[in-house]
């Protein structure tokens, strides 16, 4: 490792990290097969450092991480690998989940395990889908779209900036809930008109 490398720790590389992460989904966003190739070896650096990290720590190293992935899969895909018959893409999700469940032990809330450090969006929705697939979910989507203009009168109403805040939130989580039943990905719907808007607005300039 380079003397830069060797004064990184886990935390260090956090945030640089995430960045990669972020360009690597940029990549996927403008369909642009070199892009992802060059911030795919970017997140692999990143994966590797942290793993060499790691293994100098005596906590694991890359070959421990390869390890875990297969054996993940393989127990995750029962339908594949082993005897189990699925009749559907839902059922292989559920059972996926299930599995995911046992494998953890969780005994508390199905919800804990999903990152907190995601964007807002995206963890808004992996939050509603969780839960729907539990059965709490709206019947209809004309169900939700009356809750958002429920929402929407509230925010009218709102009297001071703190309900303000709130009433946005909930505005806010309400349009996700739709869009998640209608099978689009909030985050990258507003990702895309944030890149939509860049482009109007720079032809204009």
Known sequence: MAPLDRKQTHSSLRETFLQECYEVI??????????????????LL?????AQIASEANEFDIGDVIEGINKKLIHRHP??????KVKDVEEVLHNWEELKRQEKGVTDSMLNSVPKSLPSLSYS???????AQVGFDWKTDEGVIEKLAEEVGELKRAGNEKEISEEYGDLLFTIVNIARRQG??????????????????????
């Not at 940029?26 to 970017?42: C, I, M, S, Y």
């Not at 929705?125 to 839960?131: G, Y």
């Open 79 to 84: 339908h594949v690998f082993g005897e189990q």
């Open 125 to 131: 929705q992996e939050v509603q889908h969780r839960v």
């Open 26 to 43: 940029e990549a996927l966003d403008e369909n642009d097969a070199q892009k992802l190739r060059e911030e795919l070896g970017d997140l």
């Open 184 to 205: 689009v990905d909030a985050e990258v719907a507003l990702r895309e008109a944030n890149r939509k808007f860049r482009r109007r607005f720079q032809y204009m300039e």
């Open 46 to 50: 990143h994966i590797v450092l942290q």
